[in-house]
């Protein structure tokens, strides 16, 4: 019985060399945070130098500058991801250890639970005449006695201790699954940051071969962006101003439902609170939709109607997230053709609860036309496209039975961009994304 009461105990408590393993962890977890943290504040300084580079006037050199700090702050960032991936690895080893030490105590309690069971059975089946005749004393039947009421107890105390130890290990192994599925998104996110990377130097390389490593060269691009954009948003309003179309409201998801999620990452989301004093918002959001003081001031670019989506401030090469699952209804790049400067490249995707959203200004397009997408999936990478006064993303909200893609030819007989795929709506079809975000 002794030896069946040192079984249970030894299960109850897990070796020091046990311990110290669990301890070793816990320790790389918490060094590995603190180089997070330490990364972090490296990435908030980029973003800092960033938005100032942003604020300066528009250089060859700043453009450059602009381009080598995205790519500072993308190689921080898969550094932050790289660690957090090392953590959840370290994170799941420790769960490993802590659910095998409660099931080693579950069976540890299991097994004195069955021996317990013995002996209170064998105790009982024996009369005290019975006991006396096997020739023990009355002391030795006094101590037997005594021996049973302890193992009744530890049989109470084993059981209630079981069901603690299974609610333990039920949630040891939920937030096991839990990690599992966020090493698994970290490791995609990791895939992301990387090629956004490779995105940046290319448009560095890009760049110097359009324009020669020449300032005067670079100036020229902007004025010849700023010409067509002109001439391309002023074929665009009139168009869609011809466009009639009555929405049916009930087609759509009402306002303020939260239907859709931000085109960013949590994490991309969390660190835009470090720019509030710059942005005015803890959103990275540079521009809103409808009149906003810039769309006021710059007529000749939005006709008069306001601004057609919202604009977040995003370096080159930023992964891109679908804000619902939907299907990619298609996908095009206005600088194919020479003279159109318009969304650059772009994605639209029709989700099933009469939403569409537009994705524009990219630097790459991650998905195919007819693709069927998830909330969250890597869609494309933020960029400079189109006509673009800096890196960012143009976010648009449809009701999608009021938007759909032209050739713009198709539709206009005298324009820049008689090749260019866009997608075209009439002004009741857009919607503020504020609404659905």
């Known amino acids: ?104 105590v579950i069976a540890g309690h299991e097994n004195a639970i069955a ?25 030795d039947i006094w101590n037997d006695t005594g021996i049973l009421l302890q193992f009744q107890g530890a049989l109470q105390a084993s059981v209630a201790s079981i069901t603690q130890v299974q609610v333990a290990l039920a949630g040891d192994k939920d937030y096991e699954e839990r990690k599992k599925k966020e090493l698994a998104a970290l490791k995609q996110d990791l895939s992301s940051e990387k090629y ?121 090469g930023t992964p891109l ?9 298609g996908t095009g790049n206005t600088d194919r053709y020479a003279g159109c400067y318009s969304y650059g490249k772009w994605i639209l995707i029709k989700h099933g609860n009469g939403l569409a959203t537009l994705y524009a200004h990219l630097s790459e397009i991650a998905v195919s036309p007819g693709q069927q997408v998830s909330t969250g999936d890597v869609i494309g990478y933020s960029g400079n496209t189109g006509f673009s006064t800096g890196p960012h993303l143009h976010f648009s909200v449809f009701a999608n039975q009021g938007v759909k893609i032209v050739r713009f030819g198709d539709v206009k007989a005298i324009t820049n961009c008689p090749n260019a795929h866009i997608p075209i709506a009439p002004r009741e079809a857009y919607l503020n994304p504020l609404s659905y975000l």
């Open 1 to 104: 019985m002794k030896y069946l009461l040192a079984i249970s105990i030894f299960f109850l408590f897990a070796t020091p060399a046990f311990a110290a393993s669990i301890d070793s962890l816990k320790n790389q977890i918490v060094d590995r945070n603190a180089q997070i943290a330490d990364i972090e504040r490296q990435i908030a300084e980029y973003q800092q130098q960033l938005l100032v580079v942003g604020s300066e006037k528009k250089s060859l050199q700043s453009a450059i500058a602009s381009l080598d700090l995205s790519r500072n702050k993308l190689s921080a960032s898969i550094r932050v991801t790289e660690n957090r991936i090392s953590n959840a690895n370290l994170t799941l080893q420790e769960l490993s250890r802590e659910i095998f030490k409660n099931e080693n």
């Open 115 to 139: 021996k317990s069971i013995r002996e209170i059975h064998k105790a009982s089946a024996q009369t005290l005449i019975e006991q006396l005749l096997s020739e023990k004393n009355v002391s």
């Open 196 to 316: 956004g990377l490779d995105i940046s130097k290319r448009e560095k390389n890009t760049l110097l071969t359009q324009t020669k490593n020449k300032e005067s060269n670079y100036q020229k691009l902007i004025r010849e962006k700023e010409e067509a954009q002109e001439a391309f948003e002023k074929d665009l309003f009139a168009l869609e101003a011809e466009l009639q179309i009555a929405i049916d409201p009930n087609s759509i998801p009402s306002v303020g439902s939260g239907t859709l999620k931000w085109p960013f990452s949590a994490d991309f989301m969390r660190r835009c609170a470090d720019r509030e004093s710059w942005y005015g918002n803890i959103l990275c959001i540079t521009q809103y939709f409808g009149n906003t003081p810039f769309a006021t001031a710059n007529a000749q670019v939005y006709s008069g109607k306001g601004h057609n989506g919202m604009d977040f401030g995003a370096s080159t």
């Open 321 to 329: 997230e679908a804000a619902l699952a939907g299907v990619i209804q």
